[in-house]
């Protein structure tokens, strides 16, 4: 199979497309601006768009509708991007616009939620393209994962779907999605230290009553990888607080209390786990909210995940800035205050064995001891 693209999306000359869920369409926007929204509901969390023929609302409609495809796409600040890019044989996109035509190239398809564009006239179903039901070539994890060239020998193995796969996967450490026995894998690389640090704290997470990703030790192109099992799937989606926060702003809500109001438990206890392992990258890229494909509605806080950078706030008992939360706090307040609302919730030991260094171990056991008098208070 050729890597072939849809390259007339990489042109001005598109006259619309259509914004599906699954199969259903949920709006269409054409090159002037225009749209026509069909079930408003069923609109990405992260995507505003108004029906209108005035020059205001046809520009922010462009701007909106390329803001959301671009963010379908790898940042160029994502190690190996230069490569992946080269890969597909895109431009290094440096406008918004330039990174959504590169996605809508491949129908903006994502492992974390069922959206993709639809051109007209086109008789694709979301089945025939779905990436939870087509294979993703383990060739393009050599790009992701350790930055190698595409060869003319692995470049034939290589299909839309195994390039979308990948590049649709946010964040900075090289990392690619893998397909093992009918299931997605994902594989994150970095430094040793970084590695280490994400086993760490999954075994640490284990210990406490909360819903999370866990990670193993794994080998790719013998390097030493982090590997999880995919946690979205056609049922479920997942959104980022990034997104639920544009969600709020265009609807006038209160992000906090909207979080609160879903799911205050597993808030507290991101802020419980982030404080005990020293995470310094809690951004709100990396935490959200599950959501059911059926009916597009929020429901709970999807598993806590990234641990890749613990560690790295065990300079002092304070921690850093608690990044969850937008008033100026301390990681150690924000888990004190978490402990007084739902508990410690600690379910079994966590073990010293564990532990490579000696002075993490020891500030480890210095927040767990706060946090325990916290809750005998």
Sequence with gaps: ?????NHSALTSGWKRYYI????????????????????KSFLPFNLWIEEGRDMNTRLNNLNNFYYWCA???LTLDRKYAKEILNAIGAKQATTDRDRALIAISYRALSLTDVYWIAVPNEKKTFEEISLYSHSLSNSFADVSLCGKQITAQNEELLSNQDAAGDIATNGVAPKAWIRDNNKFYLMKDGDERDV??????????????VSHVSYTQDKFDNRKVSKSEIITNEDKSI????????????????????????DAYSFYMMNIIDYLIGNSDRHWGNWGFLVDNKTNKVLTLHPLMDFNKAFTNYRTLDGGKCQTIRKSITQKDAAIQAVKKIGLNQISEVKKEWF???????????????????ERE
């Design 1 to 5: 199979m050729s890597l072939v693209f």
């Design 20 to 39: 599906m869920h699954k199969n259903r369409r949920v709006a269409s926007i054409r090159e002037d601006g225009t749209c026509t929204v069909y079930y």
């Design 71 to 73: 963010s379908r796409v």
């Design 196 to 209: 280490d640090a994400e086993l760490l704290a999954s075994k640490i997470v284990d210990c406490f009553n």
């Design 239 to 262: 959104i980022s607080m990034e997104y639920i926060d544009i969600y709020c702003a265009n609807y006038d809500m209160d992000t906090e209390q909207f979080v609160l109001k879903k």
């Design 356 to 374: 490579q260094s000696d002075n993490d171990y020891c500030m480890f056991e210095k927040r767990l001891e706060i946090l325990k008098n916290a």
